[in-house]
């Protein structure tokens, strides 16, 4: 887990970083957090994203794309939300959460940051 915690922490280095989270879509469930604040739970986040995260694989799925997903973007009026499903075999059903303040981030080097950070992480 010491990998885990570590790439938490990485993540919350990329500029505008306000919260991450590694999550569990077929439960919901979060398997580590770093960050967040009164107006972000991302316990809350994380189960809801996990609905996002779910009902974009169902239409891949639907559709018979064989293809992945590399990122969903949620851009609010004062934030960036990015979901990064994991891609690594024991990363299997499992997706990286960071949100993002619009003001102090830069949108493409945080989804460079969060892809080399992904492409480390050990679960």
Same mark, same amino acid.
């Given at each position: ?109 945080? *989804?460079?940051?969060?892809? *080399? ?7």
């Amino acid at each position: 887990m010491a990998n885990l915690e570590l790439s938490l922490k990485e993540c919350m280095s990329i500029d505008g970083a306000v919260g991450v989270a590694l999550v569990d879509y077929t439960s919901g469930m979060t398997l580590g957090t770093a960050g967040g604040s009164a107006e972000l739970d991302l316990s809350v986040a994380a189960a809801g994203n996990t609905d996002v995260v779910r009902a974009k694989m169902r239409t891949l799925e639907l559709l018979k794309l064989d293809d992945g997903i590399e990122d969903i973007l949620i851009t609010l009026d004062t934030q960036y939300h990015l979901i990064r499903p994991l891609s690594s075999r024991s990363g299997k059903g499992l997706f990286l959460y960071l949100a993002l303040l619009r003001t102090r981030s830069n949108l493409a080097m945080a *989804r460079h940051q969060l892809r *080399r950070i992904e492409a480390t992480l050990e679960v």
